[in-house]
């Protein structure tokens, strides 16, 4: 038989004090001398008494909880991030409800009604690669619910964002394949209506335009489930190397695809790097374990999902509404390794053998 917790009545009972002298001393109020607070919060201890969060949030119309809604908590990118974020809301005594959308659009209006109908405080949201248009988000906004919006984004939402230095990271890497001596360069990416997608896309065609070089339409491949559906990757892939002259180099745009694409080419038999090099954005937490070890361009991940809470608790807690919003850009990280090591040998730093970290220009602030 559960035993029924104690409440503040009857702590109020068994000490002989009224209800508020209780409840003020538990708050430490200034009201309620030294030894009752000592005598009401001993009393509390030795019997075990916890708040009734639900009653209290009945009262004040707060949950203290923040929902997050993102593509898929199965990934290396975004274990990171929801770590950051119960990092800030754990100094907050927030507690945190997650839901994953598995790239669907119809998942994640179902995902946000259900946290909405939870009276979360706050949400947090990364956009799923089949998103086709933000009205289901745009009325939880309009209804007062506050948003920060991370990773994948939208402008249509007059909110915080914070997102990686998309542009600048793929620009680093192709880059360095060209560098390396590289020229027919494909881009394996996700779904063309993220952000995420245009940003690395963009970066990539600006990299080879530096360099004097045309952007082959046949050498960008888009998969909408972003890795998830294997025969679509696979199917990519084997497009790609059915060219007539086939890319000798590989940059995938996210995290998942970018794992997958090394799985497939192993099993298909393609030498990593001499028959195609790869580099991929990757938060994949051992890539030197792999053979060849993975180029990786890495995202600031847990600073990611940190901030963004840290903004959302701002917004819940704030007692006017911001004037202006920020869109904070975190810089990205080329950890350069064996994938792509022909023609040159890959290089080292102290710390990780086969890395070499080339970083994108610093975080940005724009309002």
């Given at each position: 038989?559960?035993?029924?917790?104690?409440?503040?009545?009857?702590?109020?009972?068994?000490?002989?004090?009224?209800?508020?002298?209780?409840?003020?001393?538990?708050?430490?109020?200034?009201?309620?001398?030294?030894?009752?607070?000592?005598?009401?919060?001993?009393?509390?201890?030795?019997?075990?008494?916890?708040?009734?969060?639900?009653?209290?949030?009945?009262?004040?119309?707060?949950?203290?909880?923040?929902?997050?809604?993102?593509?898929?908590?199965?990934?290396?990118?975004?274990?990171?991030?929801?770590?950051?974020?119960?990092?800030?809301?754990?100094?907050?005594?927030?507690?945190?409800?997650?839901?994953?959308?598995?790239?669907?659009?119809?998942?994640?209006?179902?995902?946000?009604?259900?946290?909405?109908?939870?009276?979360?405080?706050?949400?947090?949201?990364?956009?799923?690669?089949?998103?086709?248009?933000?009205?289901?988000?745009?009325?939880?906004?309009?209804?007062?619910?506050?948003?920060?919006?991370?990773?994948?984004?939208?402008?249509?939402?007059?909110?915080?964002?914070?997102?990686?230095?998309?542009?600048?990271?793929?620009?680093?890497?192709?880059?360095?394949?060209?560098?390396?001596?590289?020229?027919?360069?494909?881009?394996?990416?996700?779904?063309?209506?993220?952000?995420?997608t245009r940003e690395r896309l963009q970066g990539y065609q600006d990299a080879l335009r530096a360099h004097q070089l045309p952007v082959h339409d046949h050498y960008?491949?888009?998969?909408?489930?972003?890795?998830?559906?294997?025969?679509?990757?696979?199917?990519?892939?084997?497009?790609?190397?059915?060219?007539?002259?086939?890319?000798?180099?590989?940059?995938?745009?996210?995290?998942?695809?970018?794992?997958?694409?090394?799985?497939?080419?192993?099993?298909?038999?393609?030498?990593?790097?001499?028959?195609?090099?790869?580099?991929?954005?990757?938060?994949?937490?051992?890539?030197?374990?792999?053979?060849?070890?993975?180029?990786?361009?890495?995202?600031?991940?847990?600073?990611?999902?940190?901030?963004?809470?840290?903004?959302?608790?701002?917004?819940?807690?704030?007692?006017?509404?911001?004037?202006?919003?920020?869109?904070?850009?975190?810089?990205?990280?080329?950890?350069?390794?064996?994938?792509?090591?022909?023609?040159?040998?890959?290089?080292?730093?102290?710390?990780?053998?086969?890395?070499?970290?080339?970083?994108?220009?610093?975080?940005?602030?724009?309002?």
């Amino acid at each position: 038989m559960i035993k029924q917790p104690i409440t503040i009545k009857d702590i109020a009972r068994s000490l002989g004090l009224s209800f508020s002298t209780v409840s003020r001393a538990l708050k430490g109020s200034y009201k309620i001398s030294d030894a009752t607070q000592q005598l009401v919060k001993d009393y509390a201890a030795k019997h075990n008494y916890r708040p009734n969060l639900m009653a209290q949030s009945l009262k004040n119309k707060k949950s203290r909880c923040l929902g997050i809604a993102l593509s898929s908590i199965p990934n290396n990118f975004y274990a990171e991030v929801i770590s950051g974020i119960e990092s800030a809301a754990y100094n907050k005594d927030y507690l945190v409800m997650i839901t994953q959308n598995d790239e669907s659009y119809e998942r994640e209006i179902k995902n946000l009604e259900n946290l909405s109908w939870r009276a979360v405080d706050g949400l947090l949201l990364s956009l799923s690669g089949g998103t086709a248009d933000i009205a289901h988000i745009q009325r939880l906004h309009d209804h007062g619910l506050p948003i920060v919006l991370f990773d994948r984004v939208t402008d249509a939402i007059n909110t915080h964002r914070v997102i990686a230095d998309n542009k600048g990271g793929a620009f680093n890497a192709t880059r360095h394949l060209l560098e390396r001596g590289f020229r027919r360069i494909a881009h394996l990416t996700g779904a063309p209506g993220l952000s995420i997608t245009r940003e690395r896309l963009q970066g990539y065609q600006d990299a080879l335009r530096a360099h004097q070089l045309p952007v082959h339409d046949h050498y960008i491949k888009y998969c909408n489930a972003c890795g998830n559906d294997i025969p679509e990757t696979e199917n990519a892939i084997r497009e790609l190397l059915s060219l007539a002259t086939p890319p000798d180099a590989l940059l995938v745009g996210s995290d998942r695809l970018t794992m997958r694409c090394f799985s497939i080419l192993h099993e298909q038999g393609i030498q990593i790097p001499g028959q195609m090099a790869l580099a991929g954005f990757s938060n994949f937490s051992s890539p030197e374990l792999l053979s060849p070890s993975l180029t990786t361009i890495r995202q600031s991940a847990f600073e990611m999902g940190k901030i963004a809470a840290e903004l959302l608790i701002d917004l819940i807690e704030r007692k006017r509404p911001p004037s202006t919003f920020e869109t904070r850009i975190l810089p990205t990280h080329l950890c350069i390794r064996h994938s792509t090591a022909t023609p040159l040998p890959a290089s080292c730093t102290a710390g990780t053998p086969g890395t070499s970290p080339v970083r994108s220009p610093g975080p940005g602030i724009y309002n």
